[in-house]
């Protein structure tokens, strides 16, 4: 199972520049607050997307539910 | 089987939400939700008084398939404004929260209340602690 550890490393190599700071009480749902220049100028449903694209097929699946927040620096 | 060319369901999906100006695909019910997320996503939508059409997921699991592929969205819930997807639970909770969903929905936001705990509706829960 992935730990908050996994998905912060997976969420900043998939986002050059992004900082992500991620909290699981359980290792299966997983709170995220990603921070990231590449955001500039996407709406929120891009946005997500772009952190979404680090866990092709995983999401809803071995991680049950990632609760996003993503800014902008 | 999403590759065949006749796609009853995804067909079904597409249609519900062309005809549907705001249409919500969740787990379970908005009088029964089966997932906190979903639950809370009602809950906005409740909250604000705006009529919307909900899809249960859960019933058949390639709604969701057909769903995710059609809207490019992995996760449940999924709200559709106008044919639009507008977003899952965190983003419509967000907007709920500037205001911005009200406006989307073309109602009036008395003031906003916390989605944690909607005053329609039953409390979140996970689909887990249903099953026994």
Avoid at chain 1, 36 to 58: D, N, S
């Amino acid at each position: 199972m992935p730990t908050a550890e996994d998905v912060k490393a997976r969420i900043e190599a998939s986002i050059p520049g992004a900082t992500a700071d991620v909290e699981s009480p359980d290792n299966v749902h997983f709170n995220a607050r990603v921070v990231a220049e590449a955001f500039a100028g996407l709406t929120r449903i891009e946005q997500h997307r772009l952190v979404y694209a680090a866990f092709a097929g995983e999401l809803g699946g071995e991680i049950h539910a990632l609760q996003l927040k993503t800014e902008t620096p | 089987m999403s590759e065949q060319t006749s796609n009853p369901i995804r067909e079904a999906i597409a249609q519900a939400i062309d005809e549907n100006p705001v249409i919500l695909f969740m787990k379970g019910t908005p009088e029964q939700p089966m997932c906190g997320f979903s639950a809370r996503t009602a809950g906005a939508l409740q909250a604000l008084g705006a009529p919307f059409a909900a899809v249960d997921i859960l019933p058949d699991p390639r709604i969701r398939q057909e769903l995710s592929a059609l809207s490019n969205w992995p996760t449940i819930p999924q709200l559709f404004v106008n044919g639009e997807l507008v977003g899952g639970c965190d983003i419509v909770t967000e907007m709920y929260e500037t205001g911005e969903l009200a406006q989307v929905l073309g109602v009036e936001q008395a003031e906003a209340q916390p989605v944690e705990a909607p005053a329609v509706g039953p409390r979140p829960m996970g689909i887990e602690n249903n099953l026994r």
